[in-house]
C-alpha cells in the first residue's frame, strides 16, 4: 500500500506556472506507475497525465499537452506535474494517484489516491 500527499496548489493568473508535488510513503514507490488527474466544480475527475514505473514514459491529456510536464523522482519518493501557460479551464482539484498498471488513463484503476490540492487559475 501506498499514501499520497499533494502540495504546490494555488491561486495564479493565466499564463504563469507551477508545480504540484506528490509525496510518498513506503518503499514500493517504484512499483507504481502514477497518474495525475483533476476535478473541476460539477465535472466529472479527468485525466491529465501518466508516467510508468521507470519514468521513461509518460502520457498526457490532449488538453495540457505541450503545457504540463509530468516526472518522478524515485530517490525522494515524489512525482511532480509543472504546469505551464495556465488556463483559467485548468482552474480544478488536483489528484495524485498509483497504479499497478502502466498507460493507464482510467481512474479504476488507481487504487491509491491523494487528498486532493487546488489549483485556480484567474484570467
Known amino acids: 500500500q501506498v499514501q499520497l500527499v499533494e502540495s504546490g496548489g494555488g491561486l495564479v493568473q493565466a499564463g504563469a506556472s507551477l508545480r504540484l508535488s506528490c509525496a510518498a510513503s513506503?518503499?514500493?514507490?517504484?512499483?507504481?506507475?502514477m497518474g495525475w488527474f483533476r476535478q473541476a466544480p460539477g465535472k466529472e475527475r479527468e485525466f491529465v497525465a501518466h508516467i510508468n514505473r521507470s519514468g521513461g514514459t509518460t502520457y498526457y491529456a490532449d488538453s495540457v499537452k505541450g503545457r504540463f510536464t509530468i516526472s518522478r523522482d524515485s530517490a525522494k519518493n515524489t512525482v511532480y506535474l509543472q504546469m505551464d501557460s495556465l488556463k483559467p479551464e485548468d482552474t480544478a482539484v488536483y489528484y495524485c494517484?498509483?497504479?499497478?498498471?502502466?498507460?493507464?488513463?482510467?481512474?479504476?484503476?488507481?487504487?491509491?489516491w491523494g487528498q486532493g490540492t487546488q489549483v485556480t487559475v484567474s484570467s
Open positions: 513506503g518503499r514500493t514507490f517504484r512499483s507504481y506507475a
Open positions: 494517484a498509483a497504479s499497478l498498471y502502466s498507460g493507464s488513463s482510467a481512474a479504476g484503476d488507481y487504487p491509491y
